[in-house]
Nanobody
């Protein structure tokens, strides 16, 4: 399984970006997918997750970010609106191929993309 994230960039506070993560794998629709982020000097943190039954968000992004997937394209998205300087980080997509639960910690995700940098200027 390989993941390729894209869509990062520089945006002003209040703006929007959409991240994409293309996933190889024949059973993509069964994977639990997650987005994490890591700011300089900080630990990697959960942003959003999605499984067959629903989605889950970190409190810091709830109401601003939306995770979704297109099983026909083997792609998961993260729509980010009302961006804040505190959202500046490298964003990683991750796939959890075992189990059905969304995990808020990185450990259970067994495949990771390379990361895409999001910079929000004030």
């Amino acid at each position: 399984v390989q993941l390729q994230a894209s869509g990062g960039g520089l945006v002003q506070a209040g703006g929007s970006l959409r991240l994409s993560c293309a996933v190889s794998g024949r059973t993509f629709s069964s994977y639990v997918m997650g987005w994490f982020r890591q700011a300089p000097g900080k630990e990697r943190e959960f942003v959003a997750g999605l499984n067959w039954s629903g989605t889950y968000y970190a409190d810091s992004v709830k109401g601003r970010f939306t995770i979704s997937r297109d099983n026909a394209k083997n792609t998961v998205y993260l729509q980010m609106n009302s961006l804040e300087p505190e959202d500046t980080a490298v964003y990683y997509c991750a796939a959890k191929t075992l189990g059905e639960l969304i995990s808020m910690v990185p450990g259970p995700y067994n495949y990771w993309g390379q990361g895409t940098l999001v910079t929000v200027s004030s």
